[in-house]
């Protein structure tokens, strides 16, 4: 099996040092590739298939994209819960978000040998498409390994949902992202429930207040359940394993 692999380096930019490129990170990792002979078929994955089926495997990088607003303003807040889960991988993968690039800040990395490339838009939360419209067009990124990142109030806090495509919900962060996506909706999302607006509170402080002791602690508990599934997500695909995930996420504040 041949692994062609996308080098997906940014240009340098004066503030920062330039981020590796997948080649050299793979090259510190000591992974190694041998040349074999090219198999008869030719397939785009994002995990390395069952042995049997014989195809050659292309690398494509995942773009992870978290949602939120920069600034100690936001930070903690039910509106910046993707930014945390972004921090979260950085932080367990390794991969410094080192790099800023169309008004985002970026890191570039892997999971296991899949690359990713981490994104936090840096231009408030209603000009989030700005960011994801232009990495993924720069990375060549195909629709569907982008996968966004955001607060859900539709969800009780703490429980996570993955979606293979879906609409806006009033998000105004994802529907700048659909904007400048040409509009395409077909790209999957990983939802992170923080709960209504208790009584008649008004739904913009209720977004930028801070968790509760109780919702933080069911909030960090779910980063830790997210991060394994972005995981699978990233080396499986939509696979049987997210399907199970989702269904475990529904039901896990049900008492029997």
């Given at each position: 099996?041949?692994?062609?692999?996308?080098?997906?380096?940014?240009?340098?930019?004066?503030?920062?040092a330039?981020?590796?490129?997948i080649?050299?990170?793979?090259?510190?990792?000591?992974?190694?590739?041998?040349k074999?002979?090219?198999?008869?078929?030719?397939?785009?994955?994002a995990?390395?298939?069952?042995p049997?089926?014989?195809?050659?495997v292309?690398?494509?990088?995942?773009?992870i994209?978290?949602?939120?607003?920069?600034?100690?303003?936001y930070?903690?807040?039910?509106?910046n819960?993707?930014?945390?889960?972004?921090?979260?991988?950085?932080?367990?993968?390794?991969?410094p978000?080192?790099?800023?690039?169309?008004?985002?800040?970026?890191?570039?990395?892997?999971?296991g040998?899949v690359?990713?490339?981490l994104?936090?838009?840096q231009?408030?939360m209603?000009?989030?498409?700005e960011?994801?419209?232009?990495?993924?067009?720069?990375?060549?990124?195909?629709?569907?390994?982008?996968?966004?990142?955001?607060?859900?109030?539709s969800l009780?806090?703490?429980?996570?949902?993955?979606?293979?495509k879906?609409g806006?919900?009033?998000?105004n962060?994802?529907?700048?992202?659909?904007?400048?996506?040409?509009?395409?909706?077909?790209?999957?999302?990983?939802?992170i429930?923080?709960?209504?607006?208790?009584?008649?509170?008004?739904?913009?402080?209720?977004?930028?207040?801070?968790?509760?002791p109780?919702?933080?602690?069911?909030?960090?508990?779910?980063?830790?359940q997210?991060?394994?599934?972005?995981?699978?997500?990233?080396l499986?695909?939509?696979?049987t394993?997210?399907?199970?995930f989702n269904?475990?996420?529904?039901?896990?504040?049900?008492k029997?």
């Amino acid at each position: 099996m041949v692994v062609t692999m996308l080098a997906i380096s940014p240009p340098p930019s004066p503030s920062f040092a330039p981020p590796l490129s997948i080649s050299s990170l793979r090259q510190r990792r000591g992974l190694h590739l041998s040349k074999r002979t090219p198999t008869r078929r030719r397939r785009i994955l994002a995990s390395i298939p069952d042995p049997a089926e014989h195809a050659q495997v292309e690398y494509t990088p995942w773009l992870i994209v978290g949602l939120g607003n920069p600034g100690n303003k936001y930070y903690g807040t039910r509106h910046n819960v993707g930014f945390e889960m972004v921090d979260r991988i950085a932080r367990d993968e390794r991969i410094p978000l080192n790099t800023i690039q169309s008004k985002a800040l970026l890191g570039i990395g892997s999971i296991g040998e899949v690359p990713i490339l981490l994104v936090k838009p840096q231009a408030y939360m209603n000009y989030s498409g700005e960011s994801v419209g232009s990495l993924a067009a720069y990375y060549k990124v195909p629709l569907r390994h982008i996968l966004l990142i955001y607060d859900e109030m539709s969800l009780p806090n703490g429980v996570l949902r993955f979606q293979p495509k879906g609409g806006h919900g009033h998000h105004n962060g994802v529907k700048s992202v659909i904007e400048h996506l040409d509009g395409s909706r077909e790209f999957p999302r990983l939802c992170i429930g923080i709960g209504n607006p208790p009584g008649s509170m008004d739904m913009r402080a209720f977004l930028l207040q801070k968790f509760s002791p109780t919702e933080r602690d069911q909030v960090d508990s779910a980063l830790e359940q997210g991060l394994d599934a972005v995981r699978t997500l990233v080396l499986k695909g939509f696979s049987t394993n997210i399907n199970r995930f989702n269904l475990i996420q529904k039901y896990k504040y049900h008492k029997v």
